[in-house]
């Protein structure tokens, strides 16, 4: 196994939302800070909105940026950019580490959407895999090709509305009504940690730690069982809860506040700083 001194220093980001009126991302620049001494960058969806007609220079600008860096890039997507990548996981660490959006940890993408109704419309259309796809036979890379073809299909459908694309005072109002949909945030907050430790015990038993965005809301959750992995949400770009990022160098874990000064982003406070976990033991015969 590779010495932390050997080992790449890896950071992880979610939900940059770069483009959207709504992130708090608006120049490209203001990452590097967060971006100095990483040898590897891990971009966990959501980084723009590929739904949104006119997103391609904004996309360009954001690989450019990236590519620019010389850094090794891994590129996951999310809900909102479902095809940015032809990844929507990633495995580190010998699979101790899983990666993912998050939404596929929730039956309906995103339960507290105005476009739930429409995305469970289009998520009971998406045609079953082509036989011998690796979905056909992965009941987990089937859950997230669905995904996928949902949010991608939302864009052509009459009940889309554009994030970001009404004016701030509606944007307001539709953000806190129906008051349903303030419930089913907070559902959906309580219930992350335990969807995704559930989810990761079905399909990856070998993590011992879990990187999620997608609901917005930053934490770290410790296991609670010798059985249980960590589960880290980096939040977003956005207000009012704001981000973190997860550093992978070697063993070490580190869980870092994301702080805005100056118009750019730095590492803050740290939330959590532990060894991964070894893979769990082998059931017994």
């Known amino acids: 196994m590779q010495s932390a001194m050997a080992a790449p220093r890896i950071r992880i980001f979610s939900d940059l ?18 971006l100095a001494g990483a040898d590897e960058i891990v971009l966990n969806g959501d980084s723009l909105d590929t739904v949104i007609p006119g997103h391609a220079p904004r996309l360009a600008a954001l690989r450019d940026h990236f590519a620019a860096s010389s850094r090794a890039v891994h590129w996951i997507s999310g809900n909102h950019d479902p095809d940015i990548s032809a990844e929507a996981e990633l495995l580190l660490a010998e699979g101790r580490v899983w990666i993912t959006h998050g939404d596929v940890l929730f039956d309906g993408i995103a339960p507290w959407s105005h476009h739930a109704p429409e995305l469970a419309r289009l ?5 079953p895999p082509p036989p011998g796809s690796p979905a056909a036979s992965n009941a987990l890379a089937d ?44 559902r959906a907050w309580r219930d992350t940690p335990r969807l995704a430790i559930a989810l990761a015990r079905r399909h990856h038993p070998q993590a011992r730690v879990v990187v999620i965005g997608h609901t917005h809301r930053p934490g770290v959750w410790r296991p609670r069982t010798e059985t249980d992995p960590w589960v880290i949400n980096t939040g977003a770009f956005a207000r009012p809860l704001g981000g973190a990022f997860v550093e992978l160098h070697g063993e070490r874990v580190l869980v870092r506040r994301i702080v805005r000064r100056a118009g750019a982003f730095y590492p803050g406070r740290t939330l ?14």
């Open 17 to 34: 939302h770069f483009g959207d009126r709504r992130s708090t991302l608006d120049r490209l620049a203001a990452l590097d800070p967060l």
């Open 143 to 186: 859950r997230l090709r669905r995904h996928r073809s949902a949010c991608a299909a939302l864009m052509a459908s009459p009940a889309f509305i554009a994030p970001g694309t009404l004016p701030r005072p509606l944007r307001l109002l539709r953000t806190l009504f129906p008051p349903r949909r303030l419930l089913a945030i907070l």
């Open 272 to 285: 959590a700083d532990f060894t991964l976990p070894p893979p769990p033991s082998p059931a017994p015969l």
């Open 123 to 127: 998520l009971a259309n998406v045609p």
